[in-house]
């Protein structure tokens, strides 16, 4: 036997379905009296918290103020106020570094002094690369044979020493 949908329900969600005349929401899930109400006491809660903790924070104010400064460290008043070792930040870093690339420019391209009383001089790079070009770089001598009368192929440079020393080839 079918059922009629308007006899009886099928679920819980049936009587949902149909809205009543002139109804522009669901009358029957909230109920937006209470919702206002919990609105207006929020803001009124809102603010009194707000009021208290202006009120806390002004009597937080005025206890410091009234209270004698005490000197954090009683030992450390008797020392002079030092600066702590580290890295500084730079007054007119634009200025520093200008000065910093002229004086490697310097370096870089004029003759000067490294140390007088050692008699170390800089040349100029230019001149420095023209000098490497005519003389070559130093290099180690070519090894003919190896430790006791060991042929040099045979040898490689161990992993342990980090390529220091030579040992035979397994």
Same mark, same amino acid.
């Given at each position: 036997m079918a059922q009629h949908h308007d006899a009886a329900h099928a679920t819980a969600d049936d009587e949902y379905l149909a809205t009543p +005349?002139?109804?522009?929401?669901?009358?029957t899930d909230a109920n937006v009296w209470l919702i206002v109400q919990f609105a207006i006491w929020l803001t009124i809660a809102a603010i009194i918290t707000h009021l208290l903790m202006w009120g806390l924070f002004a009597l937080f104010v005025k206890t410091r103020n009234?209270?004698?400064?005490?000197? %954090?460290?009683? $030992?450390?008043?008797?020392q002079e106020r030092r600066l702590p070792?580290?890295?500084?930040l730079q007054a007119i870093p634009a200025n520093e570094i200008f000065?910093? *690339?002229? *004086?490697?420019?310097? %370096? $870089?391209? %004029?003759?000067?002094?490294?140390d007088r009383n050692a008699g170390t001089v800089h040349i100029p790079i230019d001149q420095a690369k023209e000098l490497l070009l005519q003389r070559g770089l130093p290099s180690r001598p070519a090894v003919s044979e190896g430790p006791a009368g060991?042929?040099?192929?045979? $040898?490689?440079?161990? +992993?342990?020493?980090?390529?220091?020393?030579?040992?035979?080839? *397994?």
């Open positions: +005349d002139g109804a522009g929401h669901e009358h009234d209270a004698a400064p005490v000197a %954090e460290f009683p $030992l450390a008043v008797q070792a580290g890295p500084r000065e910093f *690339r002229q *004086r490697e420019n310097a %370096e $870089l391209n %004029e003759y000067g002094w490294v060991t042929d040099a192929a045979a $040898l490689m440079p161990a +992993d342990s020493s980090s390529g220091r020393t030579m040992e035979r080839r *397994r």
